[in-house]
T-cell receptor
C-alpha cells in the first residue's frame, strides 16, 4: 500500500521539551510539507522540501526545524521556542511538478 | 494580500439533497484550485481540482465551478450522503511573490458540512 504515515497519532510533552514528529512516504514523491492545524482553522504551512537535503520555510516556521536526509522521510522538530505548540500536525507530499498534495493521518501534539 | 475564505463556516443539509460549498479567493493570478475533504481527526483527502483555463469540472457526484470574474469557487455535491459529513477546504496555488507560501497551496478555513438523515 502506497501512502504517507505519521507517528505517533497522539503525542504528549511537557513544556520546555523538544519533540520530533515522524513523516514517511513511499509514493516516491520529491516534495514534502508540514502543516499546522488549529481548531476551526485552515492549514498553515510550516516547512516544505522539494528535494533531498534542501528545505524552505513556510509561513510559520519560527520554533520549528526539519531535516530531509532521505527522500522518504521529513521529520519535524517542535522546539521549546515554539510559543503555542499544541496543535494537529499534518504532513503531505506531492510529485515533482504536481500541485495535488497527499496527506498523512496527522499527529495531535499536546504540550502541558 | 492573498486570502482564501469561505462564505459559510457551517452548512447543514438533508440526506439526498444537493450541497453547495462556496469559496472566495483574492489572487486573480492564481491558476490552480483544489478541494479537500477532512473527516474528524484525519488528514485531508483530495476531492477535485481545477485550472484557471476551465470554468467547470465534474467528478463522481461532485462538480467544481470557477468564476474568475468574481474570484469565486464552489463545490457542488449531488445527492449528499451521511458519509459526506466533514470539513471541506478549498485551496489555491500561491503566487510566486507571496512569502513563504509562494508556489504552494494556500488553504481557506473550511466549511463544516453536516448531513441530516
Amino acid at each position: 500500500d502506497g501512502g504517507i504515515t505519521q507517528s505517533p497519532k497522539y503525542l504528549f510533552r511537557k513544556e520546555g521539551q523538544n519533540v520530533t514528529l515522524s513523516c514517511e512516504q513511499n509514493l516516491n514523491h520529491d516534495a514534502m510539507y508540514w502543516y499546522r492545524q488549529d481548531p476551526g482553522q485552515g492549514l498553515r504551512l510550516i516547512y516544505y522540501s522539494q528535494i533531498v537535503n534542501d528545505f524552505q520555510k513556510g509561513d510559520i516556521a519560527e520554533g520549528y526545524s526539519v531535516s530531509r536526509e532521505k527522500k522518504e522521510s521529513f521529520p519535524l522538530t517542535v522546539t521549546s521556542a515554539q510559543k503555542n505548540p499544541t496543535a494537529f500536525y499534518l504532513c503531505a507530499s506531492s510529485a515533482l511538478g504536481g500541485h495535488e498534495q497527499y496527506f498523512g493521518p496527522g499527529t495531535r501534539l499536546t504540550v502541558t | 494580500g492573498e486570502s482564501v475564505g469561505l462564505h459559510l463556516p457551517t452548512l447543514s443539509v438533508q440526506e439526498g439533497d444537493n450541497s453547495i460549498i462556496n469559496c472566495a479567493y483574492s489572487n486573480s493570478a492564481s491558476d490552480y484550485f483544489i478541494w479537500y475533504k477532512q473527516e474528524s481527526g484525519k488528514g485531508p483527502q483530495f476531492i477535485i481540482d481545477i485550472r484557471s483555463n476551465m470554468d467547470k469540472r465534474q467528478g463522481q457526484r461532485v462538480t467544481v465551478l470557477l468564476n474568475k470574474t468574481v474570484k469565486h469557487l464552489s463545490l457542488q455535491i449531488a445527492a449528499t450522503q451521511p458519509g459526506d459529513s466533514a470539513v471541506y477546504f478549498c485551496a489555491e496555488l500561491g503566487a510566486m511573490n507571496y512569502g513563504g507560501s509562494q508556489g504552494n497551496l494556500i488553504f481557506g478555513k473550511g466549511t463544516k458540512l453536516s448531513v441530516k438523515p
